[in-house]
């Protein structure tokens, strides 16, 4: 992704489509810009006309008298690792009378800070550009507010689009500016150090040209990961960023795993499904995890058909209990079900298989789960128990010591 990035939600960048790339028609854009005059709320509203830029829409104000307005958008929530970084906010502007604005933004409660001041040309667009300000390096999530206060608008509409909350400094994060500094002399960094609004503009300007290139250069960087050689420190090697993005099932990316999944000779199960329709891995997190134990051990592919296989199968969908204790994923298998050489049958207990209330009922949702690990023309059976009891001559459960809860 580009090194600068917009802070701001979609509908707060006036963006007319979704991340999906789906279009969001202007009816269903609901923005929290708003204009005020005084204690009076202004008149506003957005538009797919007249615009700067054809991906986002413009928000129009309508003065009603000729009074200073502000525009403003307050409490824009920021991460965690947006704290110490230096923070600036940037928008179009135009109105049929040349004005003066006052553009500020500042964070939590602390307004009293020194706005940018601009004098805009009339019936044109013009780029607008607030203070830079640094978030307290802390372990609190703060709020940024932007307020452009407008004045000379002789009462003409007022129209707003592109805004940006961007890291000021983030476009230090495209390698290809590092690799630039290098190659050119220092008069130019130099120089574009002093400027400000906006601060550093000619290697703002590169960052904007080369950002796919630093994506590049750095996606580059990722796929080959790091060797125990290559590395200071041995204990570093368990690292997420020692990983390679291409082959490592940890740190692959999404984009990749349909190719790396050919090593495993099967195609990746995304998630698995009861009779209901439901999904057994109901969030993100979960579903990459399972998605990754498929990459690792190649049990629904080259390293299925076994007893190991079946056992590691089910417990996939064996990590949520009734009752709220930690699950102990035990899997109990028989071969050789009875007295038939292709028949298998496996217990899991109870109070870790989600869709079955009863002891002696078959899970669909383990079933599924254990289908593309089954030995080719094998047949697998399923039932519950509350609790797993010694069974004599069982292979699983008729082993001293075999470690199954016996409560």
Not at 135 to 141: G, I, M, P
Not at 147 to 174: A, C, M, R, V, Y
Not at 243 to 266: A, C, H, M, N, Q
Not at 298 to 313: F, H, L, P, Q, V
Request: with cysteine.
């Amino acid at each position: 992704m580009p090194a600068v990035f917009n802070l701001l939600s979609n509908n707060n960048a006036l963006l007319n489509y979704d991340d999906t790339g789906k279009q969001v028609l202007l009816g269903q854009l609901a923005t929290s810009w708003t204009a005020v005059s005084g204690a009076t709320t202004l008149t506003t509203e957005l538009i797919s006309t007249n615009f700067a830029v054809s991906s986002r829409y413009v928000f129009v104000v309508y003065p009603n008298n000729t009074n200073p307005i502000t525009i403003k958008l307050e409490d824009v929530p920021l991460y965690l690792n947006d704290n110490n970084r230096l923070l600036s906010f940037n928008c179009k502007i135009k109105c049929d009378s040349q004005m003066t604005i006052f553009c500020k933004l500042y964070i939590d409660e602390n307004s009293n800070i020194t706005a940018n001041q601009q004098e805009l040309t009339s019936g044109q667009y013009n780029a607008v550009q607030s203070n830079s300000i640094l978030v307290d390096d802390d372990e609190d999530n703060h709020l940024a507010n932007i307020e452009i206060l407008i004045s000379g608008h002789s009462q003409k509409p007022i129209f707003f689009t592109t805004p940006h909350l961007i890291h000021d400094l983030g476009f230090l994060n495209n390698p290809i500016i590092g690799l630039t500094r290098r190659y050119l002399p220092d008069f130019y960094w130099e120089l574009d150090s002093q400027a400000s609004s906006p601060s550093f503009p000619f290697f703002k300007f590169l960052d904007a040209l080369s950002h796919a290139t630093g994506d590049t250069r750095l996606e580059y960087g990722a796929m080959y990961g790091f060797e125990l050689s290559q590395l200071q420190n041995p204990e570093w090697i368990p690292e997420y960023w020692t990983k390679s993005s291409f082959v490592s099932p940890s740190r692959v990316r999404d984009e990749y795993i349909p190719w790396l999944s050919l090593f495993t000779g099967e195609r990746i199960v995304q998630n698995i499904q009861d009779n209901d329709g439901e999904f057994y891995f109901n969030n993100s997190f979960i579903s990459r995890d399972f998605i990754e134990w498929q990459l690792r051990t190649r049990k629904y592919g080259n390293s299925g058909g076994t007893r190991e296989s079946i056992i590691d199968s089910a417990a996939q969908v064996l990590i949520k209990t009734k009752d709220g204790e930690l699950p102990t994923r035990v899997v109990a298998l028989t071969p050789n079900f009875g007295g038939d050489p292709f028949a298998i049958q496996i217990k899991t207990l109870t109070n870790e298989t989600f869709d079955v209330d009863e002891d002696g009922k078959a899970s669909p949702t383990v079933l599924r789960a254990v289908e593309k690990s089954r030995p080719m023309g094998f047949s697998i059976k399923h039932i519950t128990e509350d609790i797993f009891l010694f069974t004599l001559d069982d292979i699983s459960l008729g082993v001293l010591g075999a470690g199954f809860p016996l409560s």
